[in-house]
C-alpha cells in the first residue's frame, strides 16, 4: 500500500499542476499586448509548454532515480515556485525589448511569441513536469509493487485535476480580479507554501513569505504607449485594453498588442476621419424608395454589432438623433471606458452586454441597418464571417435593409475581404466597396439593390435626411465607392478559416 507521506505528494502533484496551467493561461495574457492572441500566439503557448511537460517527465525520471527522497523534490519544486515569481517582473521589460527587435530584424509574431514564451515559461514548466514522474518513486519506495498502477493513477489524477483547477481559477477568477501579474504571484505562492511544508524546516517558510510580499509590488503600467500617455488601462475576462491621450487630446481605445484602433475620440467633434465615420453616411446607398418610404428619418433603427467604446453610436446621437441604437459589445468593461473616456452619451440607445450572433438570434427583424465590426483583432468571431450569419442578418433586416461591415485587412491583401464578399453574396447579392483606407475597407450589402449614387441623391436638397455636416463625407464616400471584388470562397458554419487566411496574410507582411 502507498506509504504515509503519499497524501502531502498528491498535495504536491495537484498544486505544481495547477501552477502550470495558471501560469499558462497568465503566460498567454503577458504575451497579449505585445503580440497580440491570435491562435499564432495561443499555438506557440500551448507548444512549447507540452515540450517543457515532455522533458520534465524525462528529467524527472531520472532525478527521481539519482535522489529518491522528498527533500531533494521539494527543494527542486521551491525553485520552480521562485521562477513563476519572477517571470512577470522580468516579462515586460523583455517583451518590450523584443518587439523592438523583432521588429528591426522583421521577424513576425510567430517567432517572438514562441522565443518570449520560451524564455519565460519553459524552465519553471519543466521542473513542474518533473514532480509527478518523481513524486511517484518516492511514493513507490518501499510500497507493495502490486499496487503501483493504483498509486501512479492517483497521482497522475490529481495532477490532471490541479491543472483543470489552474486553468479555470486563473481564466475566471484571478486575471479578472487581481491581474496577471498576481495571478503568477498567487499560484507561485500556493507552490512555495506546500514545498516549504515537505522540508520540514524553519527557514524554507521565508519562501513563501518573500513571494507574498511580491504581491504588494506596484503593477504599475503594463505597457507604456508608443506616443501619447495611457490614462487608463485594465485586464478583462476577455482581453487587455487601456486608452491613450495624445498632447492634442485625442483619444484611442487600444486592445491586447494595440495594432489596430477600436475607438477613436476627439473632444468637441463628432467625425474622426477614418472608416467609422463611413457608418453615417453608407446607409444612404439604399434606394431613395426605400428611405423616403419610411414615416421617420432613415435609418429610423440601427444595430451595431462591436460596439467598443461608441465611436459609431455617439456620432448616430448626435448627427441622426432619432435613430434608434442597440449597442452590442460582449465587453462590459469597454463600455465603461466609453462613458468615461470617449463621450459615449446617446439617449436614443440600448446597450446589450452580450456576444452578438447569439443576440441577433433572439433579435426582431426591425433594423434598417445592420453593422458588423466585431473584430478580436486581427480576427473577426469565425461564426460572424459565414454564409449561416448573414442569412441571419438579411432575416433580421426589414425590406430594404443594409448591412455594413468593417473588413479590417494587412496592407495589399485582399484575401479576407474577397471570401467575405463571395459569402455575403449568397444571402445578400448585392454588394459595393468602400475601400477608406489602406488596412480597412466597407462593404455595403443588401438583399436590394444598392449604389455610391444614391449616397449624393440623399445629401442633395434642402430636405436632404443627411445633415449638411456630413455633405464633403457623403461626397468623398460616394465617389470612391465601387463594384465588389470577385474570386473568394463561401465560408459555412462548417469550414470557415478566417484564423488561418488572416494569419498566413500576417506573415507574408511580416516578410515583405
Not at 472608416?275 to 414615416?295: G, I, M, N, Q
Not at 438623433?321 to 452619451?345: C, H, M, N, S
Request: net charge negative; with cysteine; proline share 6%.
Amino acid at each position: 500500500m502507498p506509504r504515509p507521506g503519499s497524501r502531502y505528494l498528491g498535495l504536491l502533484v495537484f498544486t505544481t499542476g495547477a501552477c502550470t496551467m495558471g501560469a499558462e493561461i497568465a503566460g498567454a495574457r503577458l504575451l497579449a499586448p505585445y503580440f497580440g492572441d491570435s491562435t499564432i500566439v495561443w499555438a506557440n503557448t500551448i507548444a512549447i509548454v507540452l515540450v517543457a511537460l515532455a522533458v520534465g517527465y524525462w528529467l524527472g525520471g531520472k532525478l527521481a532515480d539519482r535522489r529518491p527522497d522528498l527533500k531533494s523534490l521539494c527543494g527542486t519544486v521551491l525553485g520552480g515556485a521562485i521562477l513563476v515569481t519572477l517571470v512577470p517582473f522580468f516579462a515586460r521589460p523583455f517583451l518590450g525589448a523584443s518587439v523592438d527587435a523583432f521588429d528591426e530584424l522583421s521577424v513576425g509574431v510567430f517567432a517572438g511569441s514562441l522565443v518570449g514564451v520560451l524564455v519565460l515559461l519553459a524552465i519553471p514548466v519543466m521542473i513542474f513536469g518533473a514532480v509527478s514522474p518523481w513524486a511517484l518513486r518516492i511514493a513507490m519506495d518501499g510500497s507493495d509493487v502490486e499496487h503501483a498502477g493504483q498509486l501512479a493513477g492517483r497521482l497522475y489524477a490529481l495532477s490532471t485535476a490541479g491543472s483543470l483547477l489552474g486553468t479555470l481559477v486563473s481564466a475566471m477568477v484571478t486575471i479578472p480580479l487581481i491581474g496577471t501579474q498576481r495571478t503568477f504571484i498567487v499560484f507561485a505562492l500556493a507552490v512555495a507554501v506546500v514545498a516549504s511544508i515537505g522540508l520540514r524546516k524553519a527557514w524554507p517558510a521565508l519562501i513563501p513569505a518573500a513571494v507574498a510580499c511580491a504581491a504588494l509590488v506596484p503593477v504599475g503600467t503594463i505597457k507604456a504607449a508608443g506616443e501619447g500617455d495611457v490614462i487608463y488601462e485594465a485586464e478583462t475576462p476577455h482581453q487587455y485594453l487601456r486608452v491613450v491621450e495624445m498632447d492634442d487630446g485625442e483619444r484611442q481605445l487600444e486592445l491586447n498588442e494595440g495594432q489596430a484602433v477600436h475607438s477613436l475620440y476627439r473632444p468637441g467633434d463628432y467625425l474622426v476621419g477614418n472608416y467609422w465615420d463611413e457608418h453615417l453616411v453608407l446607409p444612404f446607398t439604399a434606394s431613395p424608395r426605400v428611405t423616403r418610404k419610411r414615416e421617420a428619418s432613415w435609418p429610423g433603427r440601427i444595430a451595431i454589432l462591436g460596439n467598443a467604446a461608441g465611436t459609431v453610436a455617439r456620432a448616430y446621437g448626435h448627427f441622426f438623433p432619432e435613430t434608434r441604437v442597440d449597442a452590442v459589445e460582449i465587453d462590459g468593461k469597454i463600455t465603461e471606458v466609453g462613458r468615461k473616456y470617449f463621450g459615449l452619451d446617446n439617449p436614443n440607445m440600448e446597450v446589450h452586454t452580450e456576444d452578438a450572433r447569439p443576440w441577433l438570434e433572439a433579435a426582431d427583424p426591425v433594423y434598417d441597418v445592420i453593422m458588423v465590426d466585431a473584430y478580436h483583432q486581427p480576427y473577426i468571431p469565425f461564426y460572424m464571417a459565414t454564409k449561416e450569419f448573414f442569412e441571419l442578418v438579411r432575416d433580421r433586416l426589414r425590406p430594404g435593409g443594409v448591412v455594413l461591415i468593417n473588413v479590417g485587412h494587412p496592407e495589399g491583401s485582399d484575401a479576407l475581404e474577397e471570401n467575405l464578399t463571395a459569402t455575403i453574396q449568397e444571402s445578400m447579392p448585392h454588394v459595393l466597396r468602400d475601400p477608406v483606407t489602406e488596412t480597412n475597407t466597407m462593404l455595403a450589402a443588401s438583399a436590394t439593390p444598392i449604389e455610391a449614387g444614391n449616397i449624393l441623391l440623399a445629401a442633395m436638397g434642402k430636405d436632404s435626411p443627411i445633415p449638411h455636416a456630413l455633405g464633403p463625407l457623403a461626397g468623398s464616400t460616394a465617389v470612391r465607392t465601387e463594384l465588389p471584388l470577385t474570386g473568394g470562397d463561401i465560408w459555412t458554419d462548417d469550414h470557415a478559416p478566417v484564423e488561418w487566411l488572416v494569419d498566413l496574410s500576417l506573415l507574408d507582411y511580416a516578410n515583405e
